[in-house]
């Protein structure tokens, strides 16, 4: 890599290639070069999200931006990254116009630099981090927000009422997630497809209205994919002398013509804000090339929906100021009871991390009732803590006593499990793995590695161990394995047992089957925990077969134990499950009482370990 100076003076002769470089920092303060390969800056989102970045690296005498712009063109990006690396930037920053297209550019940076994907998120796990909304759940938001107008309206009900959706471009990967998540809700819709530009969907809507004049009759609610379509559509209905159509919006940006202000002048009359993540970029870019301990894979930044009554205190609650305290941050851990090595190793990483952010924490274990876990939890809000740590037991029922804490102004973020069904506000953000994914890794590996002879025509047999019933690990990574499952012909599940996380639990639930009278031949064994696979593998040696060989052995964790057993042959793949996120817990709660926006989810860095893993990977294991 080139020095910093001839770096910086190179690229100070290439300004025609590049947006711009920020700002006036001499060569001597800057320690760190971070490339920017932006997807379209001729999009608002994409205007507000470099405008972010480079406020926030005003802020940091040690780095310096430089951007490019694709113009939404894929190829270009793809010469963009390559110039951006060939001028010896430390880290790149990417919004991909096309994931697909950029995945593997992308990996292929990701092998020399660490590299900070925005918005889009691309298939595989070749980049450091991603910071980005969760389209399909803004498309749900909206989808329910439609559902009040309509309510409002009073026309939910009438035969001919229609909600128009303006979408953003058939092709468009966030458009297909927005819509998704807006038919679970609004099932029946005119769907318009355009850009995500102003004038664009102005004509889209102008043309449509002048060719179907029955649906201004007709047509309660506008949709939009982004507010400036918004505004487009509604410029195009009041041009027809039509006024009575409510309009939503997607993005809740604050500057003259953004979200807050069309509410405010009655333009749009509830909108979903979907933030940049630009802040967060330079922050967490910082974080990386300083090689701080915690970094996230994934950070899921949180959306609201936003109407004329709430919007000044949206507003006031966003920027809130940070809490002054002159005493140690007291936190409260309802944790889970034992399940063996992984749980171990969570709650030694939280403990360490308590100490190391100077922050006072007590723990409880729950008994084997969620009613136990409550009554924590209970216990916690009379002691009057600052912040609850909520490791939940199951998914759900959890809403009354979530309502408690926040009553008693007692902030609450989910640790390791999340749940469902509860209000979102009810609770801070949630921290810790992607166990779909991880059940979609352990199947990747089955339809990847166990194969029959295409003579015999039997599908390959897998037993499922799963663990506790009603628990989010047990619920996603069953559902993960099952999606890809269903894309994979020639396997099936024969037969699905409960091992509860438990080392006794998986024991005797394999040793039970294969000793019964109607057990199938198997091929695999899948166990949703090291715990439980280690397990297998004894029982499995006790009846005579050889764990690994005969029968292939599927796990998710990644404790020491099982991945001796990986290098030993008898565990074939662990898909790892990081315990290790005290540190990132710990963070989140300092930047909340600095007064940060939190986001929805924080989703921990992990790997997939088999007998082909770097042996440097299996040494030194925490947990």
């Known amino acids: 890599m080139k020095t910093r100076d001839t770096a910086i003076a190179l690229l100070l002769t290439v300004l025609i290639s590049f947006v711009g470089c920020r700002g006036n920092k001499s060569a001597e303060e800057v320690k760190y070069l971070i490339g920017v390969a932006a997807a379209d800056m001729r999009e608002p989102w994409h205007l507000v999200l470099i405008d972010e970045m480079k406020k926030e690296a005003e802020n940091h005498a040690e780095i310096r931006l430089i951007y490019t712009d694709a113009a939404s063109d894929a190829e270009k990006q793809i010469e963009d990254m390559r110039k951006l690396v060939e001028y010896g930037i430390d880290l790149l920053i990417v919004s991909p116009c096309d994931a697909a297209k950029l995945m593997k550019p992308i990996s292929d940076v990701y092998k020399i630099l660490p590299v900070i994907i925005l918005d889009k998120l691309i298939d595989g796990f070749d980049y450091t981090l991603f910071i980005g909304p969760d389209n399909l759940k803004i498309g749900t938001l909206a989808g329910s927000a439609v559902q009040k107008l309509l309510y409002e309206t009073e026309v939910v009900d009438r035969k001919n009422n229609r909600v128009l959706e303006i979408a953003g471009g ?41 060719e179907r004049p029955d649906l201004l009759e007709n047509t309660a609610v506008i949709f939009a994919h982004n507010d400036n379509m918004a505004l487009g559509a509604w410029k195009a209905v009041n041009g027809l002398g039509y006024s009575g159509i409510k309009i939503a919006g997607i993005d809740g940006f604050r500057n003259t013509e953004g979200a807050l202000e069309l ?45 004329l009554s709430n919007v000044a205190d949206y507003e006031s609650k966003r920027y809130r100021p940070p809490v002054i305290t002159d005493r140690p941050i ?7 009871g034992a399940e063996g090595g992984w749980r171990k190793a969570n709650k030694i990483s939280i403990e360490e991390a308590a100490k190391q952010f100077n922050i006072r924490l007590s723990a409880l274990e729950a008994g084997t009732t969620q009613d136990s ?71 990747k590996w089955i339809a990847d590695n166990v194969h029959r002879s295409a003579d015999i025509g039997e599908p390959i047999k897998i037993l499922e161990i799963r663990g506790t019933e009603g628990a989010t690990p047990t619920i996603e990574r069953k559902k993960g394995f099952e999606e890809v499952l269903a894309e994979s012909s020639g396997y099936m599940i024969v037969h ?71 290098q030993a042959g008898r565990i074939n793949c662990v898909v790892e499950c990081n315990p290790l996120f005290g540190t990132q817990l710990m963070k989140a709660v300092g930047d909340y009482f600095k007064g940060e926006d939190m986001p929805l989810r924080i989703i921990t860095d992990e790997i997939v370990f088999t007998e082909n893993t770097d042996k440097n990977l299996f040494k030194n294991r925490k947990y």
């Open 263 to 307: 509410l405010k002048k009655g333009v749009l009359d509830v909108d979903i804000t979907c933030p940049t993540g630009g802040k967060d970029a330079v922050r967490r870019a910082l974080d990386i090339l300083k090689k701080q301990s915690g970094i996230p894979k994934q950070i899921i930044l949180r959306s609201y929906t936003i109407d």
């Open 496 to 566: 699905s047992l409960a091992g509860n996380y438990t080392y006794n639990g998986s024991y005797e639930a394999v040793m039970k089957y294969f000793t019964s009278a109607d057990a199938a031949k198997i091929d695999v064994v899948f166990c949703h925990n090291d715990d439980m696979a280690l397990a297998a593998a004894d029982a499995l040696e006790k009846l005579g077969f050889q764990s690994g060989k005969d029968i292939k052995l599927v796990s998710v964790d990644g404790v020491k134990a099982a991945l001796d057993a990986v």
């Open 373 to 443: 876990q409550i009554e924590i939890v209970k216990e916690f809000i009379n002691s009057k803590v600052d912040i609850i740590l909520l490791s939940p037991m199951v998914e759900t029922g959890w809403d009354n006593i979530l309502g408690e804490c926040k009553a008693a102004h007692i902030p609450v973020i989910l640790s390791d499990r999340r749940i469902i069904g509860a209000d979102e506000n009810l609770y801070l953000c949630f921290i810790g793995a992607d166990f779909q994914e991880e059940g979609r890794r352990a199947m």
């Open 330 to 336: 007291r936190v409260a851990h309802a944790q889970i």
């Open 170 to 210: 058939a092709d468009s990967a966030v458009a297909k997630k927005r819509h998704e998540g807006f038919l679970h809700i609004i099932p029946s819709s005119i769907r318009v497809d355009t850009v995500f530009v102003e004038s664009e969907s102005h004509d889209a809507v102008e043309d449509l209205l002048l």
